[in-house]
């Protein structure tokens, strides 16, 4: 069955005629009533009752009329419905976030796209970096913004680029120096974001390189629990500029490091799958609006 013949058969059912059905349609009646027959003995089913005198349909032609109908309609529908999706006046997107870079970053860019795109509907999965990867690999969410490195299955779309401080007691005696070298608190413990967060392993990296592996007290996926954890006095941590710059819990001091270490953000998808118009826009639209 293809939409011509779906199309002549409720012609023929609106007009109850296959005369003034072909005239509507600017055909001969011998054409209309040879694609009516082509559809009903390719369905196996009589749609007309033609021992009477006037156009009769059958139960399976009223049945057919009706769900036929809606096809119809929905492709009569489809050239504004991809409008919509290609104008973006209409769309949604699944965005995963890990917790840190939503709160620092994405108010304002979800307020601006919201903006310019009031009927695309934006839905936020916040959960770790690497559980994030896992998620837009598998589908579960359309695009993420994800710490570089990334997985090798992802393309990444950079979008920014600070460095890390180092969050200490303001008591402790070096809370005053304008630099602080990772390894002149490696002592200290450490309170740092959980596994499935990827600045738990930038972290660890940049100790490493400092020449130590820091003793881990312990982890959360909150920031400011952390931050609270070392305004107690004894630990630290490291997180993002911009954190130190909107932190406000008393008894912490941020300091930057005296080696610089990258806390670099992209949004990424999964490498060669098709990405829809919303998605592409969204990759577009941060990058140009991140400030």
């Known amino acids: 069955m293809d939409f011509r013949q779906l199309e002549y058969f409720t012609e023929v059912a609106r007009f109850k005629s296959f005369t003034k059905a072909a005239d509507h349609l600017h055909v001969t009646q011998p054409t209309l009533s040879k694609m009516v027959r082509h559809l009903e003995e390719e369905l196996d089913i009589e749609l007309f009752d033609r021992s009477k005198r006037q156009i009769v349909l ?36 699944r965005i995963g976030v ?3 870079i939503g709160s620092l970053f994405f108010p304002r860019l979800l307020r601006l796209f919201r903006e310019r795109y009031p009927m695309v509907t934006i839905e936020i999965t916040e959960a770790g970096g690497h559980a994030l ?21 992802l393309t990444v779309y950079p979008f920014i680029e600070e ?24 002592e200290m413990p450490f309170v740092l974001f959980n ?16 020449g130590f592996r820091p003793a881990v007290a312990h982890v959360s996926s909150q920031w400011d ?13 490291v997180l993002p500029r ?11 001091k941020t300091i930057p ?29 941060i990058q140009e609006n991140h400030s």
């Open 58 to 93: 059958t139960d399976a032609g009223e049945t057919l009329l009706v769900e036929g109908e809606k096809i119809l309609n929905q492709l009569a529908d489809l050239p504004s419905h991809l409008y919509d999706v290609m104008h973006l006046t209409k769309g949604t997107i």
């Open 257 to 285: 490091l005296d080696v610089r270490v990258p806390w670099q953000i992209g949004v990424a998808v999964p490498t060669g799958r098709y990405q829809s118009y919303v998605t592409r826009e969204w990759i577009r639209f």
């Open 163 to 186: 460095e890390l401080h180092l969050f200490l007691p303001e008591q402790h005696p070096l809370a005053d120096q304008p630099s602080i070298a990772l390894e002149n608190v490696a």
């Open 98 to 100: 890990p917790p840190l």
């Open 225 to 237: 629990f952390l931050c609270l954890l070392v305004a107690e006095g004894n630990a630290v941590t």
């Open 133 to 153: 990867e896992k998620a837009v690999v598998a589908g579960e969410v359309d695009l993420i913004a994800t710490v570089f490195p990334a997985d090798e299955h």
């Open 195 to 210: 596994e499935t967060f990827s600045l738990h392993d930038v972290v660890l990296q940049a100790c490493e390189t400092a």
């Open 242 to 252: 911009s954190l130190a710059q909107q932190m406000t819990i008393k008894g912490v």
